[in-house]
Each structure stands twice: as structure tokens, then as C-alpha cells.
């Protein structure tokens, strides 16, 4: 059974830093391309980071550019996620997505087919 788990969400104070981690079973990550998302109450899901297969493509919107830096460990079957810098308005429920892709990362979440269940990131003093 394919799965993606993410991990390492929590509460933190503005301007601090957590790393999130999506780490997969039933299958291999090295051939699928991993978005992360967010979703926020009340707001749609946008996507803040993703990366291809290869490592050699990533994204960033602006809003996160310059403080997310997402990464890839293919013999741990985990894809990572660091937030630095963190703002108030990143408070969301994160989530990773997988497709099978190998040169290039996918921006639109429709285009994912793989789900975690996703990790709250709560931003607050």
C-alpha cells in the first residue's frame, strides 16, 4: 500500500524554524516528484515547494522564497522540508504529495495523485 506520512509540525514562535519530513512505504520515492502544500483555515490549498525526482527542479512561490528550502534523501525514502524564518500567516496544515515524474516538479496539487494526511504548523507567540 503506497503512503506518504508527514512528520515534524508543531508550534513555534515567529521567526523560528521547523523541518517537516514526508517519508513514504509501499513504494520508492526516486521516481516521483514531491510537492508540499498547505492549506489554512478557510483558504485553498496552495503549494509552497516542490522538487523533482532528479533533484535538479525545485520551486518556491515568493511568498516562502528565500526561507523553505526543500531537499530529498532517496535512501531514506524521505523528502524534507525547511521552514526558517517563520511568519504568522505560514500557520497551516502542511501536506506532501508524490507523482511519478523524473525531470521536472509539479505546481497545481491536481496533478498530484499520492497524499499525507498532513501536519499542523501553528506560527504564534
Known amino acids: 500500500q503506497l503512503q506518504l506520512v508527514e512528520s515534524g509540525g508543531g508550534l513555534v514562535q515567529p521567526g523560528g524554524s521547523l523541518r517537516l519530513s514526508c517519508a513514504a512505504s509501499?513504494?520508492?520515492?526516486?521516481?516521483?516528484?514531491i510537492g508540499w502544500f498547505r492549506q489554512a483555515p478557510g483558504k485553498k490549498r496552495e503549494g509552497v515547494s516542490c522538487?523533482?525526482?532528479?533533484?535538479?527542479?525545485?520551486y518556491y512561490p515568493d511568498s516562502v522564497k528565500g526561507r523553505f528550502t526543500i531537499s530529498r534523501d532517496n535512501g531514506k525514502n524521505t523528502v524534507y522540508l525547511q521552514m526558517n524564518s517563520l511568519k504568522p500567516e505560514d500557520t497551516a496544515v502542511y501536506f506532501c504529495a508524490a507523482e511519478p515524474l523524473k525531470d521536472r516538479c509539479l505546481t497545481d496539487s491536481y496533478d498530484y495523485e499520492y497524499w499525507g494526511q498532513g501536519t499542523q504548523v501553528t506560527v504564534s507567540s
Open positions: 509501499g513504494f520508492t520515492l526516486d521516481y516521483y516528484a
Open positions: 522538487i523533482s525526482a532528479n533533484s535538479r527542479n525545485t
